[in-house]
């Protein structure tokens, strides 16, 4: 009696083209569907426009007065310009377990887990949608940082670099935001850790201030920080200051794709 034959692979693990096509399909889809929900509810992203504009107006014209932090020829309103996109786009992503949890404790999550679809098209397709999210906030700093006299460059092929590092960053802190989720499974723990960790990420990054003015140990920190790199690329795309983007580039998306490995590893415990 022959052998039955063996079961065709999951189509994410089809490494032919058509399962690659099938599967950028699917996290394209799940990527859509998220992004309607931001289409019915448009004030979401004019209430977290408020923090991001303060940061700016009060914070940034502030310290360019007593020249308190050293930032060369740049002024520093200038300077904490890309702060602000990429720590928009961090305020943006890192509350995205939330929304899991809620969808676990709707019944969508278990859902969507018994289906064909690879748990990392559902991450994949809510951390990209993220970053959408966090292009609408990128775009509105940038306005307001041009508005208040900021020189930024208008270079097509720059602005689509900057779109590209805000699509990465805000990608990953969703995903970290999904892993923390399936850590401690609770919305209420999930809120609390997120606020804890949100600021120091930003405050140990050059967000607001250069690395060489930071003590030894908090160096240390923000040379393992995603956010740090972040910041270097769009400060080179937008101000033209000097930074590796390959490398840059390299360390956001090598922390997406173990962010999205990470998060869909996780994804089961939510659905027990």
Not at 31 to 56: F, G, K, N, Y
Request: hydrophobic share 55%; charged share 10%.
């Amino acid at each position: 009696m022959s052998a039955p034959a063996a079961a065709p692979p999951a189509a994410w693990a089809d490494s032919s083209p058509r399962g690659a096509v099938r599967l950028a399909s699917r996290i394209a889809t799940f990527c859509l569907v998220e992004l309607q929900r931001m289409r019915h509810d448009r004030s979401e992203l004019v209430t977290r426009a408020i923090q991001p504009i303060l940061w700016l107006v009060i914070f940034g014209k502030t310290f360019s007065r007593i020249r308190a932090i050293p930032t060369g020829q740049v002024p520093y309103l200038a300077y904490l310009a890309p702060g602000v996109i990429a720590q928009s786009a961090l305020f943006v992503a890192i509350f995205y377990g939330i929304q899991i949890i809620w969808e676990r404790d709707a019944g969508v999550l278990t859902k969507l887990l018994v289906t064909p679809t690879p748990r990392v098209a559902l991450v994949a397709g809510k951390a990209f949608a993220a970053g959408v999210r966090a292009i609408a906030q990128a775009v509105l700093v940038i306005v307001v940082a041009a508005l208040l006299g900021v020189g930024f460059s208008w270079n097509p092929l720059r602005l689509l670099g900057v779109i590209g590092i805000v699509v990465l960053g805000a990608a990953f802190f969703s995903c970290l935001s999904v892993t923390i989720a399936g850590l401690v499974l609770k919305r209420d723990r999930l809120m609390g850790i997120g606020q804890a960790v949100t600021m120091p990420l930003f405050f140990a990054s050059n967000a607001l201030y250069p690395v060489s003015i930071m003590p030894t140990w908090l160096r240390a920190i923000s040379h393992a920080n995603p956010l740090s790199y972040e910041v270097s690329a769009l400060r080179a795309l937008l101000l033209g200051l000097p930074t590796n983007l390959w490398l840059d580039f390299a360390v956001l998306a090598g922390s997406v794709v173990a962010g999205i490995c990470t998060a869909a590893a996780l994804l089961g415990r939510l659905s027990r």
